[in-house]
């Protein structure tokens, strides 16, 4: 059972990824920017991940690709002032480049394996938020540094006049 | 049971995609989307390493990557806004002020 549903939710996941960076329309690759962060929180859920699951579905579909959507609303390109994409030297070289990659780590995960521990819940509630507060607690404070940089940032650069 | 290299197979593969999608798109948003797209891979082989390895280590570093990709997404598209203001393009190919 746990099989299949691996199976499924990461052929979702890729195919899903594939179209996101295949299609013209940025809004509609948005759209399967969603479809692959769900298939995704569906494998954290199998990892019994629930917390995690739940933020990628709040944070990322729910406030990152909901963002993506509204800015490609606001600026909404005509579909004729899209940029043509045309098959390059170099472009060809660097999709090349990340098959190779794929492939090499393909053969690295057949032979080596990775360890297996005691069964333990690593993403639920009560265990991320014991780590986050107390080994982590240092880290977690600055990254609400980083959030008030990215604040300040985002509205200094997409202000006309401050 | 699922080997844990199936989950790090899964994980190279969107972090690939989003690598092509980096390289061979001239779409800013979709170059923003595929950079998103890496760091869920990201997320999956830590979320995955965590739980085989019984260590709550991994959840924790998923938890800051998901911060980053909202910091990084935010500024990303005020740039973008910032941009296209300026010279009416989403073409990453004419953003080239500063090539010599």
């Not at chain 1, 954290?44 to 490609?72: D, E, K, P, S, T």
Request: hydrophobic share 65%.
């Amino acid at each position: 059972m746990e099989t299949v549903l691996f199976i499924l939710f990461g052929a979702i996941a890729v195919c899903g990824a594939l179209m996101v960076v295949t299609r013209k329309h940025p809004m509609v690759s948005a759209l399967y920017l969603i479809l692959t962060l769900f298939a995704v929180a569906a494998l954290f859920v199998l990892r019994q991940a629930h917390f995690l699951a739940a933020v990628q579905v709040i944070v990322y579909a729910g406030a990152v690709v909901v963002l993506f959507v509204f800015v490609i609303i606001l600026i909404n390109v005509p579909v004729t002032r899209m940029p043509v994409e045309r098959a390059s030297t170099t472009r060809v070289l660097g999709v090349f480049a990340a098959g190779l990659f794929i492939l090499e780590s393909a053969v690295l995960a057949r032979r080596y394996s990775m360890p297996i521990g005691p069964a333990a819940e690593v993403g639920t509630v009560e265990v991320v938020g014991r780590a986050l507060f107390t080994d982590y607690l240092l880290a977690f404070e600055i990254t609400s540094v980083l959030l008030l940089a990215a604040v300040i940032g985002a509205i200094a650069l997409a202000k006309r006049k401050i | 049971m699922i080997a844990p290299s199936a989950y790090l197979l899964l994980s190279a593969i969107l972090f690939g995609i989003g690598v092509v999608g980096v390289v061979a798109r001239k779409n800013v948003l979709i170059i923003l989307m595929s950079v998103e797209l890496m760091l869920n891979g990201v997320n999956v082989a830590f979320v995955a390493a965590g739980s085989y390895l019984g260590d709550p280590a991994g959840g924790v570093f998923a938890f800051m990557v998901m911060t980053v990709a909202a910091a990084e997404a935010a500024v990303g598209l005020a740039l973008l806004i910032a941009l296209y203001r300026l010279k009416e393009t989403v073409d990453i190919t004419d953003l080239k002020v500063l090539k010599w």
